[in-house]
C-alpha cells in the first residue's frame, strides 16, 4: 500500500535532527560545498544557490562558473571562493572532485553536451549530488556510490520522466515514489505539499510553504540549501528534508507579516536565521 509508509516531516522531526554547531568546530568540521551554477544570461540562480548554500552551514563553498557570472557576483557573496570556467575543467577531469562534501548542480546551466560530459564525471565520483534545473535530463543513477537528490518541478519532473503534468499532478506521491526507485535517486518533487520519496521507499510530504514560492529563484535557494544541509548532516535524509521543510517555514514566516505577492527569492536566505533559531 503506498500511502502506508508515508508521513509528513513535522516539526519534532526536524527539532530531533537538525545539528548543533559543536564548539570546538573548525570550518572543516562542515566540510566543502561545491556549487556549479550559473551562465552568462542566467547569473542570478549563482547567487541565489550560493547564499542558500552558506547560510545553511556549509563550512566552505566553492562556486563554479563562468567568468562573467564571478564578477557580477563576487561582491554580494565574498565568503565564497570561484571556480573557472566549471562545466569544461570538469568535463576534462581538470577538477578534484573526491574532496567535497557535496556538489549541486543545475540552477542557471543550460543543458547541453558539455554540461551532460561534466554531469557523468561528477556521477562517477562518491560524493552526494544534488541536480536541479538544467542538469535533469533523462538517465538512471542506479550503481552510484552515493546519494543522488533530484528536484524536478512538475515540468521537469514530466521531462525527465514522460509522465504528464496532469496526470503526475494528480498522483505525486504515487510518481515520485515510483520513479525514485526506478532511477536510484531521491526525488523532491516540488510544488504545494513537496513530496521528498528515497529509492528504499521510504516517502515524505512536507507540511510547510505557500504561494509565496511561486515566483523566479525560490527552486535555486532550495538548491543551495540542500547543498549547506548535506554539507553538515550526518544522515542525507535527514539534510533533505530539513532543507524542504526550513524553505517552506521561511516562506511562512513571509506571509505573517507580508504579501504573498511580494516575497523576492533571496529573502528566504534572510529569513533563514531567525526561523532556524526556533528550531534549536
Ligand atoms: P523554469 O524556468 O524551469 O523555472 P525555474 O527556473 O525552475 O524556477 P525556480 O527554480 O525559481 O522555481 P522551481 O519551480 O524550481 O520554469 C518553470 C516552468 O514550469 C514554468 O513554465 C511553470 O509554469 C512550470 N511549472 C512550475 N511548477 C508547476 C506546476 N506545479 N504545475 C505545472 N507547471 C509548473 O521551485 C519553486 C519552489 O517554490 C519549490 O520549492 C516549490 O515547492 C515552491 N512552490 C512553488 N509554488 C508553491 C505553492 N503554491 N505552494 C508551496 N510551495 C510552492
Ligand atoms: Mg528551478
Redesign the pocket.
Known sequence: NLEEHAGIWNKENVRSTLPLREVDSHKGTYGTGLLIAGSPD?PG?TM?AGLGAMRSGAGKLVIGTEPEVISIIVQRLPEATYESKALERIAKGFLELDSFRAIAIG??IIPNDLTEKAIQKILAGKVPVIL??GALSKRDYEGRQAPTIL??????FSRVTGIK?KEL?QNRMHYARLCSKKLGAAI?L?????VVAFPDGDTWI?P????????????????GMLLGMLCIHEDWKHAVLNS?YL??AC?DAWVEKNSAHTLL?HELTELLPQVWKEFE
Open positions: 542566467m540562480a541565489l540552477p542557471g536541479d534545473a528536484t524536478p518541478h512538475p515540468l521537469e503534468v499532478q523532491v516540488k510544488g504545494k505539499e513537496t512536507n510547510t510553504g505557500n504561494s509565496a514560492l511561486a515566483k523566479g529563484g525560490t527552486g535555486d535557494t532550495l538548491t524542504v524553505h517552506g516562506a527569492a
